[in-house]
């Protein structure tokens, strides 16, 4: 992308996976590799936005001058990096997969092998997007993603609303070549006006254009 049509912006973008410790050695986690949200960063950095790209642990740099990473490990740690610069950002797009639950108590030492049966006692984490969209004022705006195996289009739908998204991007993992890992995504943007807009598998930095393309028309 040629254009600065981004000049003068600033975005936040959270990515990649989050991992919940169980004890000093293992943890809780999923497979999302950061790419997804490094090619937004990168895509509206080229646009001229000045980003701030929150990761969890991923092997993806991000490379622009334009962007700012900060590098994460939990839920938590994401929570606290994303607030702080979502207080002077116009534009966020939450295409982390945050972990959902982590772990009630994190062991000091590393748990032992002992018993058959193990169980691990787990507490809700804070929901990143729907704890800031709460607080967005009139000139922020917000996009969501929404990860399916089923019942896509509904669910999708529930989370647009309930985290307050201006709108939100299903991929499905029913769709081969989309979500996690893959170099390719498979797109469903749900606007909140109701506007509808789907993609062909395309690669993952043409996805991202075409969701920044999505935010500049709205701004
Ligand atoms: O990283 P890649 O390998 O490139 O894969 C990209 C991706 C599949 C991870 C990405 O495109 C994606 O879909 N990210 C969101 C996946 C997800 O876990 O969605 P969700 O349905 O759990 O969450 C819905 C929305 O709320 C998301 O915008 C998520 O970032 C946000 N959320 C969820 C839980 C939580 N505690 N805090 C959040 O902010």
Redesign the pocket.
């Known amino acids: 992308h040629t254009s600065n049509d981004l000049n003068g912006q600033t975005a936040l973008v959270?990515?990649?996976?989050?991992h919940e410790a169980i004890d000093p050695v293992r943890y809780i986690g999923?497979?999302?590799?950061?790419?997804?949200?490094?090619?937004i960063a990168e895509n509206m950095a080229k646009r001229g936005a000045k980003v701030t790209l929150v990761m969890g642990p991923?092997q993806?740099t991000a490379r622009h001058p334009n962007i700012t990473t900060i590098h994460v490990i939990s839920?938590r740690e994401?929570?606290e990096a994303?607030q702080k610069a979502h207080r002077t950002t116009k534009i966020s797009?939450?295409?982390?997969?945050?972990?959902?639950y982590a772990p009630a108590d994190q062991s000091k030492e590393k748990i032992k092998k002992s018993s058959d049966d193990l169980s691990i006692s787990l507490k809700?984490?804070?929901?990143?997007?729907?704890?800031?969209g709460k607080n967005k004022s009139a000139e922020q705006y917000h996009?969501?993603?929404?990860?399916?195996t089923n019942q896509e289009e509904e669910?999708?739908l529930e989370?647009l609303k309930k985290?307050n998204?201006d709108f939100?991007?299903?991929?499905s993992m029913k769709d081969k070549g989309?979500?996690?890992?893959?170099d390719t995504?498979k797109?469903t943007i749900y606007h909140k006006t109701g506007k509808k807009e789907a993609s062909p598998l395309l690669a993952?930095v043409d996805v991202a254009a075409l969701i920044v393309d999505n935010i500049v028309k709205d701004l």
């Open positions: 959270t990515a990649g996976p989050t999923n497979h999302s590799s950061g790419k997804m949200g490094v090619a991923s993806e839920a994401m929570f994303a797009v939450f295409a982390a997969a945050v972990a959902d809700k984490n804070i929901d990143i997007a729907a704890t800031l996009v969501g993603f929404a990860l399916e669910n999708a989370k985290k998204f939100i991007v299903l991929n989309a979500g996690f890992k893959h995504n797109i993952k």
